[in-house]
């Protein structure tokens, strides 16, 4: 009986380590999706300001736009170095979609146009797609 109350409080300790250990790393994570975040939107108002007032030509890759829009202050992309990128030119205005690195999940998701982050898609669950769910028409001031 003694064996019993032994095991029962090993087990228990390790369910409350293991538990607390899961409340710290999701705690991390947020607090890493939030400067994240504040990351994106300086990121998306540069690229915001390339697609409304610098007119790339149409054909331009992500990673082209991205390059352009931030060789004033190449800095803006260095958050992002662990992540996949994508930018959706709708409207004259730029949506930048930040997922996980195999571009499966999608992490953060921005309009140019405001300076509040637009969605935090991290915070989903199940996990959302890496695809685009921004509409700037719903976004976008006139």
Same mark, same amino acid.
């Given at each position: 009986?003694?064996?019993? %109350?032994?095991?029962?409080?090993?087990?228990?300790?390790?369910?409350?380590? &293991?538990?607390? =250990?899961?409340? #710290? +790393? /999701?705690?991390?994570?947020?607090?890493?999706?939030?400067?994240?975040?504040?990351?994106?939107?300086?990121?998306?108002?540069?690229?915001?300001?390339?697609?409304?007032?610098?007119?790339?030509?149409?054909?331009?890759?992500?990673?082209?736009?991205?390059? %352009?829009?931030?060789?004033?202050?190449?800095?803006?992309?260095?958050?992002? &170095?662990?992540? =996949?990128?994508? #930018? +959706? /030119?709708?409207?004259?205005?730029?949506?930048?979609?930040?997922?996980?690195?195999?571009?499966?999940?999608?992490?953060?998701?921005?309009?140019?146009?405001?300076?509040?982050?637009?969605?935090?898609?991290?915070?989903?669950?199940?996990?959302?797609?890496?695809?685009?769910?921004?509409?700037?028409?719903?976004?976008?001031?006139?």
């Amino acid at each position: 009986m003694k064996r019993n %109350l032994v095991i029962r409080g090993i087990a228990l300790m390790f369910l409350l380590v &293991a538990s607390a =250990g899961c409340t #710290v +790393s /999701r705690a991390a994570e947020a607090e890493k999706m939030y400067v994240l975040g504040s990351a994106l939107t300086k990121l998306s108002a540069s690229v915001e300001a390339t697609v409304r007032y610098e007119n790339p030509p149409e054909g331009i890759s992500d990673k082209e736009l991205l390059d %352009l829009s931030t060789k004033h202050d190449p800095g803006l992309m260095d958050p992002f &170095a662990e992540y =996949g990128l994508w #930018v +959706s /030119r709708q409207d004259g205005h730029a949506v930048v979609l930040v997922c996980d690195k195999d571009g499966k999940i999608g992490l953060l998701e921005d309009a140019g146009c405001s300076s509040e982050m637009d969605k935090h898609l991290w915070k989903m669950d199940p996990p959302k797609p890496c695809d685009f769910t921004v509409k700037t028409k719903e976004v976008c001031p006139e």
